[in-house]
């Protein structure tokens, strides 16, 4: 017990120290990581632990940001109430998709998420007269709380974002470790015997739906007064499907894991376009390698890797949890 | 009434350009149960490899072949040394699939750049019918034409032949299939690339009308997945219906209601799923 409070100490000095001590860029990467890690967090929480893998999930995030740029440039909201109203369109969004989304379950959830997600980027693109269309949304003001402390300081910024990046987690965290976050991990693994129990698995899902899309429309309203600017990539499939990549990127069905897989998208995107323009294509390779390599996340396969250096024998990788073993054929 | 009917022919342009799409999208389904992502990037590789040959022998036909072909290989390389080590796994397979589609998008930006083209309509069918109330561009009835024998086609194929009662027995219970001594995995890719070639000679179909430039994979993937949603999962006759449904009321979306025609279309796909989540034709 004393050594996770040490860890949690150490964790909490680091993120407090970063930019004092790190260049301003390194605290805007580890801004973004917060960002998406939370987005991919709430993924984790359908994906990982209820076993629906959502690949629309940039729609709720989209949906938060563009709700926050609408108000605040066209109709001059305040930020401090631009903020929750974004995260209240996210929840709303989702409660009304979840409504078709969970009637289904499997590959059926997975495309019916996949369309919503495409048709409310559809709407993002082309209703220019509100979204802006192509060009999206520009001038964006500062997250102004009405804080005794101006957010237009970076440092100052990173603070706030940090606050509510760390109340949103441990919301996640209670909520994972809830009964009802373990009905949904029962679900997950055998919903059947679930429903059998008396559980009304049904409204559980639909539960875990909306509360994964208020997180992501966190993270969104988060994004766009960080950002300043939205626009239609933000809400696209490939935004989605990113986010799924950072959930199995850092391990499905761990809470902090999806922060991680972010982390390593974040950085690995800036790395890559200081030395090149074709950043989609060594995305779509990583997509590639993940799934060949290290279905199981980073720590999954740096397990695989070490036991077969210590030639033990191999577990056979799984894709993801509640799946079938991947079969070679 | 001529308003009417001009939206209706262009409607059914486009369902037939759909259908090209949604045949291929919703027969993978049904056979290997992979939710194929890069079946947009399919359409756009397709037109950009007939509009560098159109371009190289100014004929249409080489072109449609070419982009066919060329879809159909890539198809096949896919299907045989990727999916088909992730049998029913969907979640590696959709990650896969997107993967490929980025990296398709980012090479066809690569190599042919990122100005939009458009391909030239073939000779015998530029200009306009008189169909009475209207004149109709020759090109768009004839991609109609195109769209009905392609599903005749592909309902005689899978009706009619051994081959399509062999897809029809792997469609229904693979294991037993394989069990009875069919050699299944040929099939499989046979169908794989049937379906990718299909999306392919999409694309090179639509390219004189639609034109082709980066992104047009993902306007066009959407809609695809909404037909065999509505559709149902696996059912041509569902890609048929669908077809027709989505490229009609897109067509009148975009007429009514320019700015929310994306849309318009999930609505109606909406209404299907809340009464029949697996599609008016699919079976769960």
């Not at chain 1, 300081?153 to 909520?175: E, Q, S, T």
């Not at chain 1, 208020?214 to 766009?224: D, M, Q, V």
């Not at chain 2, 069919?182 to 169908?191: C, Q, Y």
Request: aromatic share 12%; with cysteine.
């Amino acid at each position: 017990m004393g050594l996770r409070w040490l860890g949690w100490a150490v964790v909490a000095a680091v993120a407090l120290a970063l930019p004092q001590v790190l260049p301003l860029y390194f605290t805007h990467l580890v801004l973004l990581t917060m960002i998406y890690g939370l987005s991919a967090m709430s993924l984790d929480l359908l994906a990982g632990y209820t076993g629906l893998t959502s690949f629309g999930h940039a729609a709720y995030f989209g949906a938060a940001a563009y709700t926050v740029g609408i108000l605040t440039t066209q109709h001059r909201v305040p930020p401090a109430l631009a903020f929750p109203a974004g995260v209240a369109a996210a929840a709303a969004l989702a409660a009304v998709y979840g409504l078709l989304a969970t009637r289904a379950v499997g590959v059926y959830f997975l495309i019916i998420t996949l369309a919503l997600g495409m048709g409310t980027w559809g709407l993002a693109y082309r209703w220019s007269s509100v979204t802006g269309g192509d060009n999206g949304l520009p001038g964006i003001p500062p997250l102004e709380l009405g804080l005794p402390w101006s957010t237009s300081d970076p440092k100052h910024l990173y603070y706030l974002i940090l606050v509510i990046f760390c109340l949103a987690a441990f919301l996640l965290y209670r909520l994972v470790r809830s009964p009802f976050g373990l009905s949904l991990r029962g679900i997950r693994e055998s919903e059947g015997r679930m429903r059998m129990l008396g559980y009304n698995t049904w409204l559980h899902r639909y539960v875990a739906f909306v509360v994964a899309g208020t997180f992501a429309g966190l993270a969104g309203s988060l994004y766009a007064f960080y950002n300043r600017f939205v626009s239609p990539p933000d809400l696209h499939i490939a935004a989605s499907a990113e986010a799924v990549l950072m959930v199995i990127l850092g391990g499905a069905g761990t809470l902090f894991g999806p922060l991680v897989g972010a982390g390593i998208v974040v950085f690995l995107r800036n790395l890559v376009s200081a030395y090149t323009h074709r950043w989609m294509l060594i995305l779509g390779v990583v997509f590639v390698l993940t799934v060949m390599y290290a279905p199981q996340g980073v720590a999954g396969g740096a397990r695989a890797l070490w036991a077969r250096w210590r030639g033990r024998a191999v577990t056979p990788p799984v894709a993801g949890p509640g799946k079938e073993p991947v079969a070679e054929r | 009434m001529q308003f009417w009917l001009t939206q209706l022919l262009n409607g059914l342009s486009f369902a037939a350009l759909l259908f090209l799409l949604a045949s291929g999208l919703t027969l993978i389904f049904g056979l290997m149960r992979i939710v194929n992502i890069a079946h947009g990037s399919y359409y756009l590789l397709g037109a950009y490899v007939a509009l560098t040959v159109v371009q190289a022998t100014e004929s249409f036909l080489a072109a449609a072949l070419a982009g066919s072909l060329t879809v159909a290989a890539v198809g096949v390389v896919m299907q045989r040394a990727f999916l088909s080590r992730f049998y029913r796994a969907e979640q590696a397979q959709v990650l896969l699939t997107m993967g490929f589609s980025f990296i398709f998008a980012d090479l066809a930006l690569w190599i042919w750049g990122g100005d939009p083209h458009r391909l030239p309509t073939p000779r015998a069918l530029a200009g306009s019918v008189d169909l009475g109330l209207t004149f109709f561009p020759t090109y768009r009835l004839a991609v109609i034409g195109v769209g009905v024998l392609v599903a005749l086609f592909l309902w005689l194929l899978q009706e009619r032949t051994r081959l399509g009662a062999v897809v029809r027995a792997a469609v229904d219970d693979q294991e037993m299939a394989r069990g009875l001594g069919i050699h299944v995995d040929p099939v499989l890719t046979g169908m794989f690339a049937v379906g990718a070639a299909l999306a392919g000679f999409g694309g090179v179909m639509g390219g004189p009308f639609l034109g082709v430039y980066p992104g047009v994979d993902s306007e066009v993937l959407p809609l695809a997945f909404a037909v065999v949603i509505i559709g149902g999962l696996g059912s041509l006759k569902g890609a048929l219906v669908g077809s027709v449904l989505v490229g009609v009321l897109d067509n009148l979306g975009k007429a009514l209601f320019p700015e929310l025609s994306y849309f318009t279309l999930f609505v109606p796909m909406a209404i299907v799923l809340a009464i029949r989540p697996t599609g008016l034709f699919g079976r769960a």
